[in-house]
Structures are given as structure tokens and as C-alpha cells.
């Protein structure tokens, strides 16, 4: 049995019928004998039009006030597919970012993750369930939500995943991995099999928006494979590590 954390982002929870859908993908995870625990982003353009509203009310908001706003997205998104699963017969069971035990500092709109403490996490899992996290978010020493910035969902994921012990942490997005070149642009552009951090970290230095700098920075900190994947398909995606020596281990690869 493997421990795998799961994130899917906004273009994979854009609307409910996608939000059934990703439900059923990660319950045929969960059937296949693995542990499964779920970090969501907020659903398709919801981040962007709670800054539009924010801003038509006030051209300078406070950062505090605008923290707290931005965590409504993941919330909204964490409870739905909670739901989503429920409804197709199994238990789950959402967790905001400081319930889930994300401890950060006190900069605004770009926290740094101080410390991950999932201990409501691990009951869930424990028993049987199927635990959902926002991401993007935590909480500071003061009480107050914070946010990641963006790329916080894949910062999220991964910090959780390090934090459970899993086997992987699989980056669910509108792609089929990692690719020598935007295949939305250039359609000759091939998947990349697998590939290392510092590879990775490279291409995001020169543009490439598939994985949050920090994200990648963090995993390779702790060595925690990434497994980019489309969620709109069930091709096998990239799979990003130390060394390609590594390669078997890692779980739901098919």
C-alpha cells in the first residue's frame, strides 16, 4: 500500500461535472489499495475574480483582508469534492490549510511555510477516509489565514506529502506532463518520461510554467518524487526526481 498526496488545480475542478470526475479518479486510487489524501486549488477563474471584486471595492485593500478572501476559493473548492466523493458511496473529508496544520510566517499574499503539522490529516486516513486539503494557504503565529502566493497549491501539495512520509506527490494539471515545449503552442513538442529537479528548475528559470518554482525547490530539498499528470487523461505524465535510479518505486505510474 502507498501514500500518496494528490493536487489537482483550478482547470481540473472548473465546474462541477469536472469536480465528479476528478472524485472518481481519486477513488479508483484509493481502490487500487493506496491512501489517498487531496490537495485542491480554487475552482478555474474564482482567484482572479475575487481580486476583481476586492478591487472594485477598495484600489489599495488592506493584505491581511485580502488573505482572508483568497482562501474562500480553496474552501469552496476542498468542501465540493468532499461531497463529490461522498456521493459516489465513499468517505471523505475536507480540511482547510491551518486545519490541515500549515504553519507559516507572517508575510501576506507570499507566505513561507515555517512548518507542517497534519495530525487531523493522519486520523483521516486512518480511518479509511479520504482527506481533501485546501491549498495555497495556512496560518501564521497571530491566527490570521495567510497565503502562498501563486504556485501555493503545488508548494501545498508537496510540503504535505513530505510532511505524511508519502510515496509521491502527483501534480494534477491540463497537460500530459512535462514537454519540451508548450504543446499548446507547439504541437510537435514531446513528453519528457522523467526528468531531475535540477532539470526542471532550470526550465522554470527560463519560463516554464508547469510546477511553482518553490515547489520544486522543496521537493528536492526532501526528495519527494513529483508525477506530473493531465487529469483529463490517463496518459503516464512526467515523473520528476533525484535520480532516474529512483524511477521504480514510485507508485501509480499507469
Do not use: W
Amino acid at each position: 500500500m502507498a501514500l500518496i498526496v494528490q493536487k489537482y488545480g483550478g482547470s481540473s475542478v472548473a465546474d462541477a461535472e469536472s469536480i465528479k470526475r476528478v472524485a472518481r479518479r481519486i477513488i479508483e486510487t484509493q481502490k487500487k489499495g493506496n491512501d489517498v489524501v487531496v490537495v485542491v486549488s480554487a475552482m478555474g477563474d474564482t482567484t482572479d475574480e475575487l481580486i476583481d471584486q476586492a478591487l472594485s471595492i477598495d484600489s489599495n485593500p488592506p493584505a491581511r483582508e485580502m488573505d482572508m478572501l483568497m482562501t474562500a476559493g480553496e474552501r469552496i473548492s476542498m468542501s465540493l469534492l468532499a461531497m463529490a466523493i461522498h456521493a459516489q458511496g465513499e468517505k471523505a473529508h475536507s480540511f482547510t490549510g491551518s486545519q490541515a496544520g500549515f504553519m507559516t510566517d507572517t508575510q501576506y499574499g507570499a507566505a513561507h511555510i515555517r512548518a507542517v503539522k497534519p495530525d487531523r490529516v493522519k486520523a483521516a486516513i486512518g480511518n479509511g477516509e479520504i482527506a481533501i486539503v485546501a491549498g495555497f494557504q495556512g496560518v501564521n503565529s497571530r491566527g490570521d489565514a495567510t497565503t502562498l502566493g501563486r504556485g501555493g497549491s503545488d508548494t501545498s501539495a508537496v510540503a504535505l506529502a513530505v510532511a505524511l512520509g508519502a510515496d509521491v506527490c502527483e501534480i494534477y494539471t491540463d497537460v500530459d506532463g512535462v514537454f519540451t515545449a508548450d504543446p499548446r503552442i507547439v504541437p510537435t513538442a514531446q513528453r519528457i518520461e522523467s526528468i531531475t529537479y535540477d532539470a526542471i528548475l532550470e526550465m522554470a528559470a527560463s519560463g516554464s510554467k508547469v510546477l511553482a518554482l518553490r515547489c520544486v525547490e522543496y521537493a528536492r530539498r526532501f526528495q519527494m518524487p513529483i508525477h506530473v499528470r493531465s487529469s483529463f487523461s490517463k496518459r503516464k505524465g512526467t515523473i520528476v526526481l533525484g535520480t532516474y535510479a529512483d524511477l521504480d518505486s514510485i507508485p501509480n505510474r499507469d
